[in-house]
């Protein structure tokens, strides 16, 4: 009897201990290199499978203008509150420009009057974010691509990174995507959101959507892009702000 | 079922045959593992967003039809709360259930295991069968099923394997916005994201009610031979160990 009661605790319990003993472990266990590396390596094979099963140009779905959520959410920074952004905010955003830096042939910097002028893609997405909810906004703006044609991507590149003006926790928010999401037609520079210029905060005036990624990869006040080779010198190493600080994967695809 | 039993124990030299086969067990154990982590670091992802919706959008400003606060971290993975760390767990578990699924169907289907075990026959399918059988659990009797599942237990395990779990898996990657722009079908079939995301949560908390019974049944039917079988394999004569 004996040696069934041990036996009985220690099989029917295993399973469940394991949750217990996984909810009961300390931040250390979960934070540790080992762990990390483990299940992280899901979050490469979601990246590895989830851009193998579709076209690099798929679309994700837009949607009709009855579709489109009453009011957009602002999330994380909902207003960068700098001296220098209150005052350009007070201007119109006549002043604001949108430096192309790093590896491009010929960098330069526009203007929001000169992206106003540039050909524009319109589309009704979905935004999800990585906390579960769903906007879907009409967006307007300039396809990324364009901008990448006329700066002249260099060879050597295969990242972009997207500098921003909101600082979260002192810390500048940034992000990056690399060349097939850059060039996907769908990921613009968007400077409308709903047929009015973008919300404060949504990211006025400037925002990237990147619509087959989660909301935090959709950086917002979009002040400079930087084209680099590899990210592991930008900021903290990870490729973006949440990763940097909160450990999220740098490929939002789910 | 029991000719096919007498004409395998006429065998001369072969083993009996155990109740569990290597792969039911196999599958069982590592499906359990995932589904209690899966269970649990979702209930840490759902705390960061406790509201659900129907359609495709749903955010702060938007009606929901449920909305709870966070989840206690004794029942979350982690134990704290962190949106990041659970989604770790939570796709690394993800595809252990996917492809353990995947393996226990294909091998099932080849060692005969669904054919033989699950498969749901008109005679069992009669009013009369199901109501006996009924009866049978209501008197607490649950080894009537001649040392194979009674009708009961096929639709049930039936529902979770072919249902529920499916449910589960295609729900979760209407989620993620890649699979909905590779698959957009997965849009269609569930009505949006936000609906997808309200499936996924129900089927949860259908998959715990069915983790609860299959406890308080193991427990009601002899729990020591019942968790032994599932580990050793046991033997497909039941009589052996009323």
Known sequence: MARHLTRRTLLTSSALLAGGMLSGCGREFHKSET????????????????????????????????DISP????????????????????????????????????????????????PQRTQITRHDCVEGWSAIGKWTGVPLKLLLDKAGLEKSANYL???????????????????????????????????????VKNGAPLRLRVERQLGYKHAKYVQQIEAV??????????GGYWEDVGNYAWYAGI | MLGKMDSDMKQPHSRAEPKHRLMTRLWHWVNAAALIILFMSGLNIFNAHPRLYWGSYGSWGDPAWLQLSRFPGWATIPGYYSLADARMWHFFFAWVLALSLLVFMVV????????????????????????????????????????????????????????????????????????????????????????????????????FAFFVLHIALVLLSGPLRQVRDMITGGTREPEEHI
């Open chain 1, 35 to 66: 762990v990390r590396k483990i299940l992280g390596s899901a979050e490469n094979a979601n990246f590895a499978v989830q851009r193998a099963l579709g076209d690099r140009m798929q679309l994700a779905r837009e949607y009709d203008e009855a």
């Open chain 1, 71 to 118: 009011d957009f959410q602002g999330n994380g920074t909902t207003n960068p509150a700098t001296a220098e952004y209150d005052a350009m905010a007070a201007n119109g955003f006549a002043d604001w420009r949108l430096e192309l830096t790093g590896l491009f042939t010929r960098p330069q910097a526009f203007s929001m009057a000169q992206l106003r002028a540039m």
């Open chain 1, 161 to 199: 990174v997207f500098h921003c003006a909101d600082r979260l926790s002192g810390v500048r928010y940034y992000e990056s995507i690399d060349l097939i999401d850059a060039y996907h037609p769908q990921t613009i520079m968007a400077h409308r959101l709903n047929d009015a210029e973008v919300p």
């Open chain 1, 229 to 238: 080779e590899s990210l592991g010198n930008m900021y903290g190493g990870k």
């Open chain 2, 108 to 207: 099932s289907l080849i060692n005969r295991h669904f054919q033989r075990d699950v498969h749901i026959t008109r005679n069992e399918w009669r009013w009369s069968t199901l109501r006996s059988d009924i009866a049978q659990h209501l008197r607490g009797n649950f080894t009537h099923g001649g040392g194979t599942y009674n009708v009961l237990q096929k639709i049930t395990y039936a529902v979770v394997l072919f249902v529920a779990l499916p449910l589960m898996i295609f729900t979760g990657l209407t989620m993620s916005p890649a699979m909905a722009a590779n698959w957009p079908w997965l849009l269609d079939i569930f009505g949006g994201r936000q609906s997808a995301r309200s499936i996924h949560f129900i089927v949860t908390w259908a998959l």
